[in-house]
């Protein structure tokens, strides 16, 4: 019903920059919250950055200072702005929405994207 595609990953170096972006189409009427994930080799997938329909954000301790999340809810899409980066943030980013399923009975619990690269050399 929703798919989300990531893009803007690369290889960049230490202090280097990207913006991720994650185009969502389909049933966008079922989107709520999104959010960028991140896992890296042997790792738990964690939350990097969280924002509410109407732009409340949040970040891991990790990524504050240096990581943007923004949306544009009129283009279905959202940004990851990163900024300072460092090999520690080396992952695998996801999108990922919150879908309405207690509203819209065609809206699933949530979404994923397929993820795209970020490798930060040293």
């Keep these: 019903q929703v798919q989300l595609v990531e893009s803007g990953g690369?290889?960049?170096?230490?202090?280097?920059s990207l913006r991720l972006s994650c185009a969502a189409?389909?049933?966008?009427?079922?989107?709520?919250?999104?959010g960028w994930y991140r896992q890296a080799p042997g790792k738990r997938r964690e939350?990097?950055?969280a924002i509410t329909?109407?732009?409340?954000?949040?970040?891991?301790?990790?990524?504050?200072?240096r990581?943007?999340?923004?949306?544009?809810?009129?283009?279905?899409?959202?940004?990851?702005?990163?900024?300072?980066?460092k090999p520690e943030d080396t992952a695998v980013y996801y999108c990922?929405?919150?879908?309405l399923s207690d509203s819209y009975d065609f809206c699933s619990d949530d979404?994923?994207?397929?993820?795209?690269?970020v490798t930060v050399s040293s």
């Design 47 to 49: 939350l990097v950055a």
């Design 96 to 99: 990922n929405a919150g879908g």
């Design 25 to 34: 189409s389909g049933d966008t009427i079922c989107i709520s919250a999104m």
């Design 53 to 65: 329909r109407r732009g409340t954000t949040d970040y891991v301790d990790s990524v504050k200072g």
């Design 10 to 16: 690369g290889l960049v170096q230490a202090g280097g």
């Design 111 to 117: 979404y994923w994207g397929q993820g795209t690269q």
């Design 67 to 85: 990581f943007t999340i923004s949306r544009d809810n009129a283009k279905n899409t959202l940004y990851l702005q990163m900024n300072s980066l």
